[in-house]
């Protein structure tokens, strides 16, 4: 059962619950001050889920002034209210009960309102789409699949970012191809060195000299097929950093850790042996890309359910490590995307865009793609 449906089926619950509460509070079957325990606890667990649900929407100074408000405003708002709502001849622990009573209802009011105004605002993290080209195309077919991207770019909204990744012998002829475009260019790995005896290996500066901006780290093939370790990763990522190059982090599970209920510990794992090596100043230049290595190049492909899941715990371990900054972090769904599903999946709250294989190879499919943002 998905997060969602889960959290569905827990209201319904709750509430069934609640008014049976009511019930029976009302018929003398249980005392009345059990129900209102009850209510003060939903009314004080539905606060916490609208202010969550609002903070993540916002930007930093937002968030500030939110809080300000959410709390100021109960604090010294309820004792005129408190006072209103308590009988004259009122007892101590009444007034005690009017002053939460007061605390809360004006906690609600401020956060139901913070909620609904925010709540469709899209988050201001950056929408991003990314090709993945792998070892496919020659030069020339290269250059006229970037352009390709390049004339159709117009069609799509320009909030959405497309970056290209070629293989390395046209990203020279594709950063040519790019020239005047806000299509942006990046490569699909770099060395963990910075130069010397290396025979076949390509530096981070060699490619940000060719005018990349990206580079893709931690790709399952790279880890599956050249043994790519958390070791070599980190070194790769110095490198990157040093360079003015922005990593694309890969991080993902495959088939049997899916099957085993591993996948969660498994992307945790790889985001601490990586991720929480770098300094705050470097996390925010950082792009996640959550691949089910299960879901590339079978056909399959995760549920827009199954992607929210994944991405939102992924969001919440960068959070343990690096606070508020984690809400503004792109984290990208790169299992088999495509023009049907990319609304689906890109709809979700916490999916910024998608890391694309095979849909790259075909401009109008990639630009498809982008369009899968609501506008």
């Known amino acids: 059962m998905s997060s969602e449906r889960s959290l569905r089926t827990a209201g319904i619950a709750v509430s069934i619950a609640f008014l049976a509460l009511a019930v029976l509070s009302s018929t003398d079957v249980l005392p009345p001050w059990i129900f209102r325990a009850v209510l003060f606890l939903l009314g004080a667990l539905l606060w916490g889920w609208l202010l969550i649900r609002t903070y993540r929407t916002l930007q930093p100074r937002q968030r500030g002034w939110m809080l300000f408000w959410q709390y100021a405003l109960p604090l010294f708002g309820s004792l005129p209210l408190s006072e209103w709502i308590a009988p004259q001849d009122a007892t101590r622990w009444e007034r ?6 007061a605390v809360l209802a004006i906690g609600l009011f401020i956060a139901i309102i ?4 925010h709540k469709n605002k899209p988050n201001m993290r950056k929408k991003i789409v990314a090709g993945n080209w792998k070892m496919n195309t020659l030069p020339a077919e290269g250059v006229e699949l970037a352009k390709g991207v390049v004339a159709g770019r117009g069609e799509v909204c320009s909030c959405v970012n497309f970056i290209v990744c070629p293989p390395f012998t046209h990203l020279a002829q594709v950063a040519e191809a790019l020239k005047g475009s806000d299509v942006e260019l990046g490569a699909q790995n770099c060395a963990a060195e910075a130069k010397g005896a290396y025979t076949g290996e390509i530096a981070a500066s060699m490619i940000a000299a060719l005018g990349c901006k990206y580079v893709i780290l931690g790709h399952s093939e790279r880890r599956q097929y050249y043994g790519e ?3 070599t990763l980190n070194k790769k990522m110095e490198q990157v950093y040093a360079n003015g190059l922005t990593p694309i982090y890969c991080v993902g599970e495959n088939l049997d850790e899916r099957e085993a209920g ?8 790889q985001i601490e042996e990586v991720v929480y090596n770098l300094s705050e100043e470097q996390f925010k230049n950082l792009v996640i890309a959550y691949e089910p290595v299960w879901a590339i190049g079978t056909g399959k492909t995760a549920t827009a359910e199954q992607a929210q899941e994944i991405h939102a715990y992924i969001r919440e371990v960068l959070a343990a490590k690096f606070g508020a900054a984690a809400a503004e972090t ?10 049907s599903n990319a609304a689906e999946i890109f ?5 910024d865009g998608g890391l694309i294989g095979g849909a790259a190879l075909k401009a109008e499919d990639f630009l498809a793609i982008g369009k899968g943002f609501a506008k």
């Open 330 to 339: 792109a984290i990208l769904y790169g299992g088999s995307c495509k023009p």
């Open 229 to 231: 370790t958390s070791e």
């Open 96 to 101: 005690i009960d009017a002053r939460l009573t």
């Open 114 to 117: 913070y909620y609904f105004i």
């Open 347 to 351: 709809a979700k709250e916490d999916v």
């Open 262 to 269: 591993k996948h969660f510990d498994v992307v945790k794992a």
